[in-house]
Antibody
């Protein structure tokens, strides 16, 4: 079974920083593209960031570009999200998400396996 | 960026009803469309990928259809465990945009 466990959430003041981590198990982590998706309280889902299998390709939502950095360590089966310059609108649950399948996937960019999420609260 | 519009935003239905949720993309996304179910306080679950492919373990009362810009999620014979919020998501672009969600609750 695929397991994704996020950590690192918490409360921070506007302008502050947090680093989220995701520990992956149950699959060959290095073979899969990974993402972060967030959900503000009572709101819908918003894709935040993507990283390729080797980490050389990264994409970000416009709302976080220049402030957030995604990274991965395939030797440790871990995914991180460094969040700087946090704003109140960054408040929400952040999910670590694995793509559906690896190379030559019939349905790329499909968000198949989700962690339980970690809550980030940005407030003064 | 591609915009995804779901309708309705909410609906009330009874157990045993047939429910249809629509998702419209602002431009053609061929069949790069996925559907998710999210229950309160839980992470979303992938129901359908590539517009029509039912994921393993998902009951056959769920089905997806459509291509281009217009897509539909249908639940035949609604069950108590189906009351949840449903999201569509385009997988055509790197932005992976979601629809705003459709909440299905008990009539």
């Amino acid at each position: 079974d695929v397991y994704l466990v996020e950590s690192g959430g918490g409360s921070v003041q506007p302008g502050g920083s947090l680093r989220l981590s995701c520990e992956a198990s149950g699959f060959n982590f290095f073979r899969y593209e990974m993402n972060w998706v967030r959900q503000a309280p009572g709101k819908g889902l918003e894709w935040v960031s993507y990283i390729s299998t080797t980490g050389d390709i990264r994409y970000y939502a416009d709302s976080v570009k220049g402030r957030f950095t995604i990274s991965r360590d395939n030797t440790k089966n871990s995914l991180d999200l460094q969040m700087n310059g946090l704003r109140a609108e960054d408040t929400g649950v952040y999910f670590c998400v694995r793509d559906l399948c690896g190379a030559d996937c019939y349905s790329p960019r499909t968000l198949a396996y989700w962690g339980q999420g970690t809550l980030v609260t940005v407030s003064s | 960026d591609i915009q995804m519009a779901q309708s309705p935003s909410s609906l009330s239905a009874s157990v045993g009803d047939r429910v249809t949720i629509t998702c419209r993309a602002s431009q053609s996304i061929t069949t790069h469309l996925n559907w998710y179910q999210q229950k309160a306080g839980k992470a979303p679950d992938l129901l359908i990928s590539a517009a029509t492919t039912l994921q393993s373990g998902v009951p056959s009362r769920f089905s997806g259809s459509g291509s281009g810009t217009d897509f539909t999620l249908t639940i035949t014979r609604l069950q108590p465990e189906d009351f949840a919020t449903y999201y569509c998501q385009e997988s055509y672009t790197t932005s992976r945009t979601f629809g705003q969600g459709t909440k299905v609750d008990i009539k």
